[in-house]
């Protein structure tokens, strides 16, 4: 079974609607991330987590919420999607401390907004 | 605020060809470097890292030296195979424990 998983792998929603993309771990990590990955613009950072009660903003958390609801779940929403949040969207976690640590990614969500 | 830049791609190689993809950064302090790889259809997975300047970092034929007299973290890999054709990206950890990616660098390899 994979360590991070992602749900649902593909989505296509109309604009104004609310949706939620989910993510699960096994890994046991405190830390939790979810980026959006544009065509040509790497990835980037919209919320991190460093345990249930530690909630960030990254560089894009405009029209995303998100919710920690157990340490190994973390949950995106788009509340109003518009088709500009067109994008795929990766969930990853990575362990409390040190400088080596790497992130894990989970397999992805596809989001179409039309 | 930390950046990191990577050169545009798609490169083109053939198999058995040498493989360079340059990677600078700007970051305050001494972040970590990373490269990640992402094959078709998949999520990122780490492909090497290094801490500290001169660290070398390796796996899989790929090779990369945290230089911090230039700023960079090429990666490279003396011979490259179909099996390599995949997206690169650089990454630096600085001080909030947060990735900074680089742009992605296409590789796509013929036989």
């Known amino acids: 079974d994979a360590d991070v998983t992602q749900t649902p792998r593909n989505r296509i929603t109309k604009t104004g609607k609310r949706i939620m993309l989910e993510c699960s771990q096994t890994k046991g990590h405190d830390r939790m991330y979810w980026y959006r990955q544009d065509p040509g613009l790497g990835l980037q950072l919209i919320y991190y987590?460093?345990?249930?009660?530690?909630?960030n903003k990254g560089e894009i958390s405009d029209g995303y919420s998100v919710s920690r609801q157990a340490q190994a779940k973390f949950s995106l929403s788009l509340e109003s999607a518009i088709p500009n949040q067109t994008a795929l969207y990766f969930c990853?976690?990575?362990?409390?401390?040190?400088?080596?640590?790497?992130?894990?990614f989970g397999p992805g969500t596809r989001l179409t907004v039309l | 605020g930390d950046s990191v830049t990577q050169m545009e791609g798609p490169v083109t190689l053939s198999e058995e060809a040498f493989l360079t993809i340059n990677c600078t950064y700007t970051?305050?302090?001494?972040?970590?470097l990373f490269w990640y790889v992402q094959y078709p259809g998949e999520g990122l997975q780490l492909l090497l890292k290094?801490?500290?300047?001169?660290d070398k970092g390796s796996n899989k034929g790929f090779e990369a030296t945290y230089r911090k007299e230039t700023t960079s973290f090429h990666l490279e890999k003396g011979s490259v195979q179909v099996s390599d054709s995949a997206v690169y990206f650089c990454?630096?950890?600085?001080?909030?424990?947060?990735?900074?990616f680089g742009k992605g660098t296409m590789l796509l390899v013929s036989p």
């Open positions: 970051a305050t302090g001494y972040p970590s």
């Open positions: 990853a976690t990575s362990e409390t401390s040190g400088r080596a640590n790497e992130q894990f």
């Open positions: 290094a801490t500290k300047a001169d």
């Open positions: 990454a630096l950890r600085g001080g909030y424990s947060t990735l900074t």
């Open positions: 987590s460093f345990d249930v009660k530690d909630i």
